[in-house]
């Protein structure tokens, strides 16, 4: 993995049913604005499915709070990968996390 753009927090698990607003710190950052966000499974774009609609990103200082992303069910096994998109001092960068879903009868 490419550690400058994956989180260090990655991979993080879920399990099927759960709800998290996850956030991302830019360190260093002085000026961080206009998050967007597109969640993956599989390659295809399944944002609307699994980020709660009417929910917000949140920006504080140099953290973004993300809406809330929602496990679905069925979906243990799978992951999920999360590419965060921010202006940060005047440049556009992008960073992402992998989510790893879990079946709520898994034993691992």
């Not at 980020?51 to 200082?61: A, L």
């Not at 979906?75 to 960073?95: A, F, H, K, L, S």
């Amino acid at each position: 993995m490419n550690n400058g753009i994956w989180l260090i927090e990655s991979p993080v698990q879920m399990v099927e049913g759960e709800v998290i607003a996850y956030s991302v710190d830019w360190l260093g950052a002085s000026k961080v604005e206009t998050p967007d966000v597109i969640v993956y499974k599989n390659g295809q774009d399944v944002t609307s499915t699994v980020m709660v609609s009417g929910d917000s990103h949140v920006v504080s200082g140099n953290v973004v709070t993300l809406k809330k992303i929602t496990a679905q069910n069925n979906d243990g096994g799978n992951q999920y990968v999360v590419v965060v998109e921010c202006g940060v001092d005047n440049n556009i960068e992008r960073r992402k996390f992998l989510v790893q879903v879990v079946g709520g009868s898994a034993e691992t």
